[in-house]
C-alpha cells in the first residue's frame, strides 16, 4: 500500500499567550493564567507534543484485544488482516457516526420535552405556533390544535429515530433534502432508514472482522452523516424553533467584557437550550436574592453553543466559544458554570481549584469528577434552575476580589438570523418574491457567491485565527459568510457581526448589506451572517434548497463551498461530511486522520466528487484557503453562465 504523507504546517502558537489567540481578551487572561499556575488546554496540548504519527495519519487500531496494530514497514497489515486504507476508513465512520450520535441524542431530548410539553408534563410552552404549523405541514400531519399537532410532530420526529423497517427513510430527510440529492443518495445506496439503526450498523461494520472494504466504508460514513443532518441538524433545530422561538435579527455583545463585577455571574457552557433557558427565567425571578447578597443584579452570559441559543433567540451575551471557556473561569469573576453536553473540557474543575467558581453538571451522561452534581429532571425544571442560580447567588461572598480581572473588551454583534428573518427583510424589498433580490444580486455579482464558516476550535491552530482571517479575505471579495457554532463567536468577537462591519466587504456586497439593512432598519446588515449552534447548520442547509427550488438548479452546482477551519470535534466531520454528500465543496483543517491511506485521501479529496458534485479540501494558511473557496466560486459562476 502506497502511504501519503501529508505535512501541512498547521499555524501553532509560540509559548507567548499572543501567538496563542488573536482574541485580545483571551490572552490577557492566559497571561493571568500563567501568572497564577493555572493550566489551560493551550499548556495541555503542548504537553502533547509531539503527537503519535500512526494515530495522526489513521494508520493505528484498537478495536480488537489482538492489537493494538499499526501499519508500519516491516508490518503492511494489523493482525486481524486489516490493511492501512481498511483501518483509516473504519477510523473516519466510527468518527462521523460519534458525531451523528451526539446530534441524534441532542434531536431526541428536543423531541421528548416537545411530547412531555404538549402533554403538560413539563413545564415549557410552545412559543412559535406558525413554525410548528409550517413543520407540521410539511411532514403531512394534521391535528386538531396546537397541542394535537405537536404531540403528533414528536412522535414523528421519535419515530425517525427509532425506524427499523427496510425500504423507507427518514421524514426529517424527505421534507428537507432536494430531490435531486435524494436520488443521487438512493442510487448509491445510503439513503439511511432511521437514525438509531444507522448508528448500531456503523457500529457493527467496523468492528473486527466486518466491512473491510474501504469505499463501502465511507459509504457507511456518508449515510451516518445523513442521519446526523436530518436527524440531528434539522430535527433539533425545528424542535428547539417550536418549543423556544424561531430566531429574529437583534444587537447583543461579546468577549469577556460581557461579565460584570459588581454582579452575580452565571456561565451557561454546552448544547442545549432546555437548561439554559430554564437559568435565565429563574435569574428574572431571583435578582432580589442576589441583591440581598451585595450584587447588583445577576448576570446570565454564554459559552460555546449554549450560548448561541440563547445569544441568538434572547440577546444574551456571549463570553466567547470553546477556547474561552477555562479562561472565563480565569477572570475570577464566575459564580458557577451550569453545563450540560458536549465541547465541555473536564478540566474546568481543575482550574476552578484557583477560585471560587462552582461547577455544576447537570446531565446524567455527562459529569466531571469534582464538579457538583445537580441533574436537570425537566419535570422539576423551574425548581432546579432555581436551585442553581440560587447557589451562584451564595457563592457571591465567596469572590476573592485581588483574583477578579475582566478584560475590558467588548464587540457590538448583531445576531439570530434564521431563513425566516432573511425571507421576512427581502420581503420588505420584494413582497410578491421575496428571494428575488438575493438571486438578482447574486447574478449581477454583487454577491459572488457564499461560504459556511464553521465549527470549533483547536489549540492546534492559533485561536480564531481561521475563522476570522479567512472571513475577511472572502467579504473583501464579495463573498457572503454564514457562521454557526464556535466560529460565529469568532467572528462575533472580531467585529464582524458588527453593522460596522459591513465596510470591510467589497463594494458590491456593501451596497447589498447597506439596501438589507435599511430594510431592516439598521445602517447596515453584517458581512457574516449568524446563523446560531453547530446544530443550526440544518438552517444553512434551508436555505440552500430554497435558492436551488428558486433558480432551478441543483445545489451542487451553486456558487457556494464550507469551511471548518479550526475542526475539533468527531461533530465536525460528521457535519462537514453531511456538507459534502448535500454537494457542497467543505474545507476541514486540520485534516482528519487519513493521511496514512492514499486512496482514502484521494477519494474523498478528488474521486467522490464524480458522485456527489463535491469533496473536500485541506489548507492551513488562511488566505491560500480563501483564495480556493474563491476560485471554486468563480468555477461555479461560469458553469451557470455568470460573470466571475
Same mark, same amino acid.
Given at each position: 500500500?502506497?502511504?501519503?504523507?501529508?505535512?501541512?504546517?498547521?499555524?501553532?502558537?509560540?509559548?507567548?499567550?499572543?501567538?496563542?489567540?488573536?482574541?485580545?481578551?483571551?490572552?490577557?487572561?492566559?497571561?493571568?493564567?500563567?501568572?497564577?499556575?493555572?493550566?489551560?488546554?493551550?499548556?495541555?496540548?503542548?504537553?502533547?507534543?509531539?503527537?503519535?504519527?500512526?494515530?495522526?495519519?489513521?494508520?493505528?487500531?484498537?478495536?480488537?484485544?489482538?492489537?493494538?496494530?499499526?501499519?508500519?514497514?516491516?508490518?503492511?497489515?494489523?493482525?486481524?488482516?486489516?490493511?492501512?486504507?481498511?483501518?483509516?476508513?473504519?477510523?473516519?465512520?466510527?468518527?462521523?457516526?460519534?458525531?451523528?450520535?451526539?446530534?441524534?441524542?441532542?434531536?431526541?431530548?428536543?423531541?421528548?420535552?416537545?411530547?412531555?410539553?404538549?402533554?403538560?408534563?413539563?413545564?415549557?410552552?410552545?412559543?412559535?405556533?406558525?413554525?410548528?404549523?409550517?413543520?407540521?405541514?410539511?411532514?403531512?400531519?394534521?391535528?386538531?390544535?396546537?397541542?394535537?399537532?405537536?404531540?403528533?410532530?414528536?412522535?414523528?420526529?421519535?419515530?425517525?429515530?427509532?425506524?427499523?423497517?427496510?425500504?423507507?427513510?427518514?421524514?426529517?430527510?424527505?421534507?428537507?433534502?432536494?430531490?435531486?440529492?435524494?436520488?443521487?443518495?438512493?442510487?448509491?445506496?445510503?439513503?439511511?432508514?432511521?437514525?438509531?439503526?444507522?448508528?448500531?450498523?456503523?457500529?457493527?461494520?467496523?468492528?473486527?472482522?466486518?466491512?473491510?472494504?474501504?469505499?463501502?466504508?465511507?459509504?457507511?460514513?456518508?449515510?451516518?452523516?445523513?442521519?446526523?443532518?436530518?436527524?440531528?441538524?434539522?430535527?433539533?433545530?425545528?424542535?428547539?424553533?417550536?418549543?423556544?422561538?424561531?430566531?429574529?435579527?437583534?444587537?447583543?455583545?461579546?468577549?469577556?467584557?460581557?461579565?460584570?463585577?459588581?454582579?452575580?455571574?452565571?456561565?451557561?457552557?454546552?448544547?442545549?437550550?432546555?437548561?439554559?433557558?430554564?437559568?435565565?427565567?429563574?435569574?428574572?425571578?431571583?435578582?432580589?436574592?442576589?441583591?440581598?447578597?451585595?450584587?447588583?443584579?445577576?448576570?446570565?452570559?454564554?459559552?460555546?453553543?449554549?450560548?448561541?441559543?440563547?445569544?441568538?433567540?434572547?440577546?444574551?451575551?456571549?463570553?466567547?466559544?470553546?477556547?474561552?471557556?477555562?479562561?472565563?473561569?480565569?477572570?475570577?469573576?464566575?459564580?458557577?458554570?451550569?453545563?450540560?453536553?458536549?465541547?465541555?473540557?473536564?478540566?474546568?474543575?481543575?482550574?476552578?481549584?484557583?477560585?471560587?467558581?462552582?461547577?455544576?453538571?447537570?446531565?446524567?451522561?455527562?459529569?466531571?469528577?469534582?464538579?457538583?452534581?445537580?441533574?436537570?429532571?425537566?419535570?422539576?425544571?423551574?425548581?432546579?434552575?432555581?436551585?442553581?442560580?440560587?447557589?451562584?447567588?451564595?457563592?457571591?461572598?465567596?469572590?476573592?476580589?485581588?483574583?477578579?480581572?475582566?478584560?475590558?473588551?467588548?464587540?457590538?454583534?448583531?445576531?439570530?438570523?434564521?431563513?425566516?428573518?432573511?425571507?421576512?427583510?427581502?420581503?420588505?424589498?420584494?413582497? *410578491? =418574491?421575496?428571494? $428575488?433580490?438575493?438571486?438578482?444580486? /447574486? !447574478?449581477? @455579482?454583487?454577491?459572488?457567491? %457564499?461560504? #459556511?464558516?464553521? &465549527?470549533?476550535?483547536?489549540?492546534?491552530?492559533?485561536?480564531?485565527?481561521?475563522?476570522?482571517?479567512?472571513? *475577511? =479575505?472572502?467579504? $473583501?471579495?464579495?463573498?457572503?459568510? /454564514? !457562521?454557526? @457554532?464556535?466560529?460565529?463567536? %469568532?467572528? #462575533?468577537?472580531? &467585529?464582524?457581526?458588527?453593522?460596522?462591519?459591513?465596510?470591510?466587504?467589497?463594494?458590491?456586497?456593501?451596497?447589498?448589506?447597506?439596501?438589507?439593512?435599511?430594510?431592516?432598519?439598521?445602517?447596515?446588515?453584517?458581512?457574516?451572517?449568524?446563523?446560531?449552534?453547530?446544530?443550526?447548520?440544518?438552517?444553512?442547509?434551508?436555505?440552500?434548497?430554497?435558492?436551488?427550488?428558486?433558480?432551478?438548479?441543483?445545489?451542487?452546482?451553486?456558487?457556494?463551498?464550507?469551511?471548518?477551519?479550526?475542526?475539533?470535534?468527531?461533530?465536525?466531520?460528521?457535519?462537514?461530511?453531511?456538507?459534502?454528500?448535500?454537494?457542497?465543496?467543505?474545507?476541514?483543517?486540520?485534516?482528519?486522520?487519513?493521511?496514512?491511506?492514499?486512496?482514502?485521501?484521494?477519494?474523498?479529496?478528488?474521486?467522490?466528487?464524480?458522485?456527489?458534485?463535491?469533496?473536500?479540501?485541506?489548507?492551513?494558511?488562511?488566505?491560500?484557503?480563501?483564495?480556493?473557496?474563491?476560485?471554486?466560486?468563480?468555477?461555479?459562476?461560469?458553469?451557470?453562465?455568470?460573470?466571475?
Amino acid at each position: 500500500m502506497e502511504k501519503l504523507h501529508i505535512k501541512e504546517k498547521l499555524h501553532l502558537k509560540e509559548s507567548a499567550p499572543g501567538e496563542l489567540s488573536i482574541d485580545v481578551a483571551n490572552v490577557e487572561l492566559l497571561e493571568k493564567a500563567s501568572n497564577e499556575g493555572i493550566k489551560t488546554v493551550f499548556d495541555r496540548e503542548k504537553d502533547q507534543e509531539p503527537h503519535c504519527s500512526y494515530c495522526v495519519e489513521g494508520v493505528s487500531c484498537r478495536i480488537c484485544l489482538m492489537g493494538p496494530c499499526r501499519i508500519t514497514k516491516k508490518a503492511d497489515r494489523g493482525v486481524c488482516g486489516a490493511t492501512g486504507d481498511t483501518m483509516v476508513a473504519r477510523g473516519l465512520l466510527r468518527n462521523v457516526s460519534g458525531g451523528a450520535a451526539a446530534h441524534l441524542d441532542h434531536a431526541r431530548h428536543a423531541a421528548l420535552i416537545l411530547l412531555e410539553a404538549a402533554e403538560g408534563k413539563v413545564p415549557y410552552e410552545i412559543k412559535d405556533e406558525k413554525k410548528l404549523r409550517t413543520i407540521a405541514k410539511a411532514l403531512g400531519i394534521k391535528g386538531d390544535g396546537k397541542k394535537d399537532l405537536a404531540i403528533k410532530v414528536a412522535k414523528k420526529a421519535l419515530e425517525d429515530l427509532g425506524r427499523q423497517e427496510p425500504n423507507e427513510t427518514l421524514a426529517w430527510l424527505k421534507m428537507h433534502a432536494p430531490e435531486e440529492r435524494i436520488e443521487t443518495w438512493r442510487n448509491l445506496g445510503v439513503l439511511p432508514v432511521g437514525g438509531d439503526r444507522t448508528i448500531t450498523e456503523s457500529m457493527h461494520r467496523t468492528t473486527m472482522g466486518s466491512d473491510a472494504d474501504p469505499v463501502n466504508l465511507l459509504l457507511g460514513a456518508i449515510k451516518s452523516a445523513l442521519v446526523d443532518g436530518y436527524a440531528g441538524l434539522h430535527m433539533a433545530s425545528d424542535i428547539q424553533d417550536i418549543l423556544f422561538g424561531t430566531p429574529t435579527p437583534k444587537m447583543s455583545k461579546a468577549s469577556f467584557g460581557v461579565i460584570a463585577e459588581d454582579h452575580v455571574n452565571i456561565a451557561v457552557h454546552g448544547h442545549v437550550p432546555i437548561l439554559s433557558e430554564k437559568i435565565v427565567e429563574a435569574a428574572d425571578r431571583l435578582q432580589k436574592e442576589a441583591k440581598k447578597e451585595g450584587a447588583k443584579g445577576i448576570n446570565v452570559v454564554g459559552i460555546c453553543c449554549t450560548g448561541n441559543e440563547l445569544l441568538m433567540r434572547q440577546g444574551i451575551p456571549i463570553a466567547g466559544n470553546e477556547l474561552n471557556s477555562e479562561l472565563a473561569i480565569v477572570s475570577g469573576a464566575l459564580e458557577a458554570m451550569a453545563v450540560d453536553i458536549q465541547c465541555i473540557y473536564p478540566s474546568v474543575t481543575k482550574v476552578a481549584e484557583g477560585y471560587h467558581t462552582k461547577i455544576i453538571t447537570t446531565s446524567p451522561i455527562a459529569k466531571i469528577p469534582g464538579a457538583e452534581h445537580i441533574e436537570f429532571e425537566e419535570s422539576r425544571a423551574d425548581e432546579v434552575a432555581d436551585e442553581i442560580v440560587r447557589k451562584a447567588i451564595k457563592n457571591f461572598k465567596n469572590r476573592d476580589p485581588d483574583k477578579v480581572q475582566i478584560p475590558n473588551i467588548t464587540t457590538e454583534a448583531m445576531v439570530g438570523f434564521s431563513v425566516e428573518s432573511i425571507v421576512d427583510v427581502l420581503a420588505k424589498i420584494s413582497p *410578491e =418574491d421575496p428571494l $428575488k433580490p438575493l438571486v438578482d444580486n /447574486i !447574478a449581477n @455579482g454583487n454577491i459572488k457567491g %457564499a461560504v #459556511a464558516i464553521v &465549527g470549533c476550535n483547536n489549540p492546534k491552530v492559533k485561536h480564531d485565527f481561521m475563522h476570522v482571517r479567512i472571513a *475577511e =479575505d472572502l467579504i $473583501k471579495n464579495d463573498i457572503l459568510v /454564514i !457562521a454557526t @457554532g464556535c466560529a460565529a463567536i %469568532a467572528h #462575533a468577537k472580531g &467585529g464582524l457581526m458588527s453593522p460596522e462591519g459591513y465596510k470591510k466587504a467589497g463594494k458590491g456586497l456593501q451596497a447589498v448589506l447597506k439596501v438589507l439593512g435599511e430594510a431592516a432598519g439598521v445602517e447596515a446588515l453584517p458581512p457574516v451572517l449568524h446563523f446560531g449552534s453547530c446544530v443550526d447548520n440544518g438552517r444553512i442547509g434551508v436555505l440552500l434548497k430554497a435558492l436551488s427550488d428558486k433558480l432551478g438548479v441543483p445545489i451542487k452546482d451553486l456558487p457556494v463551498a464550507a469551511s471548518a477551519p479550526e475542526a475539533t470535534t468527531e461533530k465536525a466531520l460528521s457535519i462537514g461530511t453531511w456538507a459534502v454528500s448535500l454537494g457542497v465543496t467543505t474545507h476541514v483543517n486540520p485534516l482528519p486522520r487519513i493521511t496514512g491511506s492514499a486512496a482514502v485521501t484521494k477519494l474523498l479529496t478528488k474521486d467522490i466528487e464524480s458522485l456527489l458534485g463535491a469533496k473536500f479540501i485541506g489548507g492551513s494558511n488562511p488566505h491560500e484557503v480563501a483564495k480556493t473557496l474563491k476560485k471554486h466560486i468563480e468555477e461555479k459562476r461560469k458553469k451557470l453562465g455568470l460573470a466571475a
